[in-house]
């Protein structure tokens, strides 16, 4: 729906919520418009029922709403006397209509000034855990959301089995655009394995369901996606199963908050010209220099003097820690990933006799390769020159131009788009050029032949950011035993920066017992 839509459907829930509440307004010792005003209503409520006018903030937060339109129902009956376990009961499964019974029908009394504590220790317990989901949700959608790495694209800067903390605010949070879903959980429920929100993904914005999703709206933030950050995006074209189920020209009609969450290196930003050339990034020329933590990783055969190489030796030695394959019938092992440090040391492995890269050959056509169209031969280690949109700029549309920015013009900014014999419609009118409404950015893994990125699907609108990772609080190697398992040096290390990452777990540690101290010090002098 639209803002307009929105709002019109908010007034007519103004007014079911004044027909079905002004008496009690009236009991409670309040005027009967007062039920009716928006916002002004929500105010008085929280006085009637005794709780801070604030909630009201929270009642127009997705999501959080979906919680607290329950709590309010119930404690509004409550507050008139019905704290059975029958009036909970009837007050949630009418969806709150059974305050009009309580309006119309009974004779009920304002309780003033109502004892707010549970009954019960079931009740107290109760009441914790949802307000501990209420506040978790909110710190999840607005401000930090836990994330984990799942894949090598990013190795060494972020490893498979880092946790990471990642930042909303820094490039404004979006505001959710499923209002109706599960609390802190993605697109699908744990262990269930099911769908968790309510959307119909075969029928598109038609379905009343998705009619209930908000715009795009987004927080403002204090900074700007930079070039060669690592940002956290929903994948654009394309919803995952799993990593490995990839279809680029499959149409999905899922939300795009509940799109596959990806993590990459931003290494084009709007305004660039970005090329690949064997493997390697040039922005408007000259080569992408990467930040002192980054390691690019390639693709190699290495060919050994016997007919073995110790994974966990290579990990220790040579920081070698992706896919390893033995080809037996070429006596060779393909490295799916080292990285440019690790080979100037490996090669000089006594039981090397050569490694060989594996590289695509300049103008020979990857199909799998955006934009998918035969008339662009290109792969992942020789690509573009593309230009990345910039919101605002103009660029001169034609059928050879028009297969790079046709899922942006189309899919990503919502505009109809044909073409007739030579010529190219938009909305109907026919387009020599196209102003770009949003910003768009070119995100690539550092493990540049085992990474699903940008040069699968293309560019990657601003509308799909979700945030920037700032803080790795843990990190587990499947490949470690007992307490190598955990990566001790990663724990409490910051995402950014230059230089060797500090773990800060000792001082966290320090600070904890600390103030476990103090606290205990400050109890036993009262």
């Known amino acids: 729906m639209t803002l307009t839509q929105w709002f019109i459907f908010i007034l007519i829930i103004q007014v079911i919520h004044g027909f079905g509440t002004w008496k009690l307004y009236q009991k409670a010792g309040r005027q009967a418009w007062e039920a009716f005003v928006p916002v002004y209503n929500g105010v008085i409520l929280m006085k009637i029922i005794n709780r801070p006018w604030w909630w009201v903030i929270l009642l127009f937060l997705p999501i959080v709403n979906l919680i607290m339109f329950i709590v309010v129902w119930v404690e509004t009956a409550r507050s008139f006397g019905k704290n059975q376990p029958i009036d909970t009961f009837l007050a949630i499964i009418t969806f709150g209509f059974y305050n009009y019974y309580l309006n119309y029908f009974t004779d009920v009394e304002h309780i003033k000034d109502r004892s707010l504590h549970p009954k019960s220790s079931s009740g107290e317990w109760a009441s914790s855990i949802l307000f501990a989901i209420v506040a978790a949700t909110i710190v999840h959608t607005y401000f930090i959301q836990p994330f984990t790495i799942p894949s090598s694209s990013l190795e060494k800067s972020l490893l498979v089995g880092d946790f990471l903390f990642v930042s909303k605010f820094h490039y404004g949070a979006r505001v959710p655009m499923t209002t109706v879903a599960a609390p802190m959980v993605?697109?699908?429920?744990?262990?269930?394995?099911?769908?968790?929100?309510?959307?119909?993904?075969?029928?598109?914005?038609?379905?009343?369901?998705?009619?209930?999703?908000?715009?795009?709206?987004?927080?403002?933030?204090?900074?700007?996606?930079?070039?060669?950050?690592?940002?956290?995006?929903?994948?654009?074209?394309?919803?995952?199963?799993?990593?490995?189920?990839?279809?680029?020209?499959?149409?999905?009609?899922?939300?795009?908050?509940?799109?596959?969450?990806?993590?990459?290196?931003?290494?084009?930003?709007?305004?660039?010209?970005?090329?690949?050339?064997?493997?390697?990034?040039?922005?408007?020329?000259?080569?992408?220099?990467?930040?002192?933590?980054?390691?690019?990783?390639?693709?190699?055969?290495?060919?050994?003097?016997?007919?073995?190489?110790?994974?966990?030796?290579?990990?220790?030695?040579?920081?070698?820690?992706?896919?390893?394959?033995?080809?037996?019938?070429?006596?060779?092992?393909?490295?799916?990933?080292?990285?440019?440090?690790?080979?100037k040391t490996f090669k000089n492995n006594p039981n090397v006799v050569s490694?060989?890269?594996?590289?695509?050959?300049?103008?020979?056509?990857?199909?799998?390769?955006?934009?998918?169209?035969?008339?662009?031969?290109?792969?992942?280690?020789?690509?573009?020159?593309?230009?990345?949109?910039?919101?605002?700029?103009?660029?001169?549309?034609?059928?050879?131009?028009?297969?790079?920015?046709?899922?942006?013009?189309?899919?990503?900014?919502?505009?109809?788009?044909?073409?007739?014999?030579?010529?190219?419609?938009?909305?109907?009118?026919?387009?020599?050029?196209?102003?770009?409404?949003?910003?768009?950015?070119?995100?690539m893994g550092d493990n540049r032949h085992n990474s699903l990125d940008a040069r699968a699907w293309g560019l990657v609108p601003f509308t799909h950011v979700v945030g920037k990772p700032v803080f790795i609080w843990f990190s587990w190697n499947s490949f470690g035993q007992g307490f190598n398992k955990i990566r001790w040096e990663r724990l409490f290390t910051t995402v950014n920066g230059s230089g060797k990452a500090t773990s800060f777990f000792i001082p966290f540690l320090v600070v904890l017992f600390g103030f476990i101290g103090f606290n205990k010090w400050r109890a036993r002098k009262k």
């Open 355 to 443: 490694i060989t890269p594996i590289k695509a050959e300049k103008g020979e056509r990857d199909p799998a390769i955006f934009p998918h169209d035969p008339q662009y031969n290109w792969n992942n280690d020789f690509f573009g020159p593309l230009y990345i949109p910039e919101a605002g700029k103009t660029i001169a549309l034609n059928l050879k131009v028009l297969p790079l920015y046709k899922r942006a013009i189309s899919e990503y900014e919502g505009n109809t788009l044909q073409v007739k014999g030579n010529q190219i419609y938009i909305n109907g009118q026919v387009a020599t050029s196209y102003t770009f409404k949003q910003d768009y950015y070119w995100m």
């Open 186 to 343: 993605h697109d699908t429920i744990p262990k269930l394995n099911i769908k968790s929100y309510l959307f119909d993904d075969h029928k598109g914005s038609d379905s009343w369901m998705n009619k209930l999703q908000l715009p795009y709206l987004r927080i403002p933030g204090f900074q700007k996606i930079k070039r060669n950050d690592i940002v956290v995006f929903n994948q654009p074209a394309d919803t995952l199963l799993d990593m490995n189920n990839f279809h680029p020209d499959r149409n999905y009609y899922k939300p795009i908050d509940k799109k596959t969450n990806l993590v990459k290196r931003c290494v084009g930003i709007p305004g660039d010209s970005l090329e690949v050339r064997n493997g390697y990034v040039y922005i408007n020329g000259k080569q992408n220099v990467l930040p002192d933590r980054a390691h690019l990783q390639f693709s190699y055969f290495v060919q050994p003097k016997t007919n073995e190489f110790n994974p966990m030796f290579l990990a220790n030695r040579y920081d070698i820690t992706d896919r390893i394959q033995y080809i037996p019938s070429q006596r060779t092992y393909y490295f799916s990933a080292i990285s440019d440090e690790a080979l």
